[in-house]
């Protein structure tokens, strides 16, 4: 009994494709959500040291207004010059715009301790207001020095206010780079280890991935050897052009269930075989060679078509062992001197003679192998000089066109009509037409084997009896 | 047993002051020292008080307190010489400020106070092995 190794499903493949191609879209969207990410602190960080700025920015004019405010006081208590006055009105007007800007932006960053230095900042400023400048601008003579010493307090209390939020300001700016920083190597960090993880799965996906292809590796030279073992093959036959072609479905798979054989089985008997497995791949092609030596064997102990079918429909589901495996066969047995061909046919219709212009179609004799016993019938056909024997696998007649119609064995029979004489182009334009009907994408393999018969100048000399002939054969051998 | 607990508090109690000491910066003003006063770019005046303590609460104090304390103060101007007569480390908070400024007890020796007995904040000295003050404050 046959029994085949087990092989990598294609379903794994397609899964360990998908896997990788899923870890893949999942790293990139990693690696595209970190960049965002930082993009994202980085604009954060932008915008608020941008506050920050501007809450620096604040400040300083503020403290230059104080310093103006004191020079266009003193300066006006010495000169007397209403410009000064009028400066010094000009720049106080200015405070209270930039003292909002900063305590909003104080309130913003939440530096409420720097709110309330602010506050004190703007009191002591406004004392300095109303108990030193006005009383010195009231009275500019009379300034005296317990004014100056208020007006020394007050401004050390404003620049001690001021240092104090700058301080507050200077050092919410380190914080929000640190954060950033922070923020932008956590978010580096944990890209890091994606990658490393994605790395790792990649890694053993890989291995996993080469076991596989070593598989794959095996299971194709396996293929091949089994192909060379296998491989349908025709000999010369002695007043015969032979020509043969071989289309798979599968590009991968150059072997499947259809088989041709043309063996010589004496100097004027030729065997003449084509059989169709049902089933595809390495266990219909393993078949294929049980069919062919089988075959061979019968046909060598008696050479019956009939016998031969009957004989090969009885080992079969025995040697098989599955009841769902048939075989559909045409055996002929074709005597080269007289051109008398012998044949039996077990449910295989693809097979056609061609004379002329005309192509008729063999009849069938028998139920497929593998079904049920029963004896095949035996028909004799008489061949003329230029004709020709095709004999095809369904995947011919089955070839579909874009609108899934079959070819049907009546247009084989129309294209086998408009090829040349020549068997082996014939062959090949078969599969070419077949291939090229259905857009490339052949469903069947499909295997053709064509016979053209040439009528001998002059009979060989006669060299005794054929043994193990059938009645007809035995007639030929009379010949 | 009782000798063992107490060395080992007298250890403990020596490590602690050591630490302490070697923590409290000494003064860089000097007894003896020639310096002047100097307050600041904004006003270079000095206020120098007649008390340490006054000094102290001045430094810390609010605008309310401060003003309290002004009379006790005399407004000396900015390039006021004067000699360091004693100093004491890190006793001086301003408002706002986690840094400490030493007391300095000075003698005037120019200008209208002349001979006259104070104390001042060390950032508000000038002289040769003293710190340069806070700057643009």
């Known amino acids: 009994m046959i029994r085949l190794p087990r092989l990598p499903r294609p379903v794994l493949r397609g899964a360990g494709t998908l896997t990788a191609t899923a870890i893949l879209a999942f790293a990139l969207i990693i690696a595209v959500t970190g960049a965002l990410m930082t993009r994202h602190a980085i604009n954060v960080s932008f915008t608020e040291q941008m506050q920050i700025e501007r809450a620096q920015l604040s400040l300083e004019r503020m403290l230059k207004i104080q310093l103006d405010e004191e020079n266009y006081v003193r300066a006006y208590v010495i000169t007397r010059d209403p410009s000064d006055l009028d400066s010094y009105r000009a720049v106080s007007g200015q405070f209270q715009n930039e003292r909002n800007t900063l305590a909003g932006i104080l309130q913003r960053e939440g530096l409420s301790d720097a709110l309330g230095a602010l506050e004190d900042y703007e009191m002591a400023h406004r004392d300095w207001h109303t108990q030193v400048a006005n009383p010195m601008l009231r009275a500019p003579s009379t300034a005296v020095r317990e004014l100056e010493k208020r007006g020394k307090m007050l401004v050390e209390s404003q620049s001690g206010a001021a240092r104090f939020i700058e301080q507050r300001l200077d050092r919410r700016n380190r914080d929000v780079l640190s954060s950033t920083q922070q923020q932008i190597n956590n978010t580096l960090y944990q890209r890091m280890i994606w990658l490393v993880v994605f790395g790792l799965i990649a890694i053993l996906l890989n291995g996993w991935r080469s076991r596989l292809t070593s598989a794959l590796e095996d299971e194709r030279l396996t293929t091949q050897t089994l192909q060379r073992a296998f491989r349908s093959e025709h000999v010369p036959l002695p007043n015969c052009r032979i020509g043969s072609a071989y289309g798979a479905a599968s590009s991968h798979l150059a072997v499947g269930g259809d088989v041709f054989d043309v063996h010589q089985l004496s100097d004027r008997l030729g065997l003449i075989v084509i059989a169709d497995v049902s089933g595809k791949g390495v266990d219909a092609a393993v078949l294929t060679a049980f069919i062919k030596f089988t075959i061979r064997g019968i046909a060598l102990r008696r050479r019956d078509p009939g016998f031969i079918l009957q004989e090969f429909n009885r080992a079969f589901p025995r040697t098989v062992g599955n009841p769902y495996l048939f075989v559909s066969m045409f055996v002929g047995i074709l005597d080269t001197w007289t051109l008398r061909l012998d044949y039996a046919s077990a449910g295989h219709d693809i097979a056609f003679v061609r004379r002329g212009k005309n192509v008729e179609q063999l009849a069938v004799t028998g139920p497929v192998l593998g079904v049920m016993e029963e004896p095949f019938d035996v028909k004799t056909l008489y061949l003329e000089d230029g004709d020709m024997i095709v004999l095809s696998t369904d995947g011919l007649t089955e070839a579909r066109d874009s609108h899934g119609n079959f070819l049907e064995a009546s247009g084989a029979m129309k294209w086998i009509a408009e090829e040349g004489e020549d068997p082996t182009q014939l062959a090949g334009r078969l599969i070419e037409r077949a291939r090229a009907r259905s857009s490339n994408t052949m469903r069947d393999d499909v295997a053709v084997l064509a016979i053209a018969v040439k009528r001998p100048s002059a009979l060989p000399p006669k060299r005794g009896t054929e043994t193990g002939t059938t009645a007809g054969i035995e007639a030929i051998a009379d010949v | ?137």
């Open chain 2, 1 to 137: 047993m009782y000798k063992h607990a107490l060395l080992t508090l007298v250890l403990l109690a020596g490590i602690v002051t050591a630490a302490s000491a070697a923590q409290q910066q000494p003064c860089h003003a000097q007894r003896g020292m020639h310096v002047t006063l100097f307050g600041g770019v904004d006003d270079p005046d000095v206020l120098v008080w007649d008390s340490r303590n006054r000094l102290v609460n001045y430094g810390a104090g609010s605008t309310d307190t401060r003003r309290f304390l002004l009379p006790h103060a005399m407004l000396t101007r900015p390039g006021t010489r004067a000699v360091v007569e004693s100093c004491v480390a890190g006793i001086v908070h301003q408002k706002f400020s986690m840094d400490a400024d030493d007391a300095v007890g000075v003698l005037i020796v120019t200008g209208k106070f002349r001979g006259r007995y104070g104390w001042v904040s060390s950032s508000d000295l000038r002289g040769k092995g003293i710190p340069e003050a806070r700057e643009p404050w």
